[in-house]
Nanobody, 129 residues
Framework: QVQLVESGGGLGQPGGSLRLACVDS?????????????MAWFRQEPGRERDFLAG????????YYADSVKGRFTISKDTPKNTVYLQMNSLKREDTAVYHC?????????????????WGQGTQVTVSS
């Protein structure tokens, strides 16, 4: 079983930065799982569907992004720490949403939330001056 927990959300200023983290809280250091999972970050605004932001493959060598965040957001994976990060720079007010990390066992890339097997509860990001 995989249990994902996000952290790092909060209030950010326009043009500022935040870094989100997502950890699999069910594993000890000797049971590494993120090397076997494709990971992604999504976000969701009230009343709207969950939007894909960024994905990273099992090894962490390949990443892919939504056009809306390309060049501003960076996804990375620290397998020994069982953690995936989302570095968010040049924040905009429209980045305000609940951010979720997700994991899938299948190694193929996907931008559809329906293809992901595990989800975190989400962390709120609010961008405001």
């Amino acid at each position: 079983q995989v249990q994902l927990v996000e952290s790092g959300g909060g209030l950010g200023q326009p043009g500022g930065s935040l870094r989100l983290a997502c950890v699999d809280s069910t594993r000890t250091n000797s049971e590494l799982t993120m090397s076997g999972l494709t990971m992604a970050w999504f976000r969701q605004e009230p009343g709207r569907e969950r939007d894909f932001l960024a994905g990273i493959n099992r090894s962490g060598a390949i990443t892919y992004y939504a056009d809306s965040v390309k060049g501003r957001f960076t996804i990375s994976k620290d397998t020994p720490k069982n953690t995936v990060y989302l570095q968010m720079n040049s924040l905009k007010r429209e980045d305000t949403a609940v951010y979720h990390c997700a994991a899938k066992i299948d190694p193929t890339y996907s931008r559809s939330p329906n293809d992901y097997d595990y989800w975190g509860q989400g962390t709120q990001v609010t961008v405001s001056s």
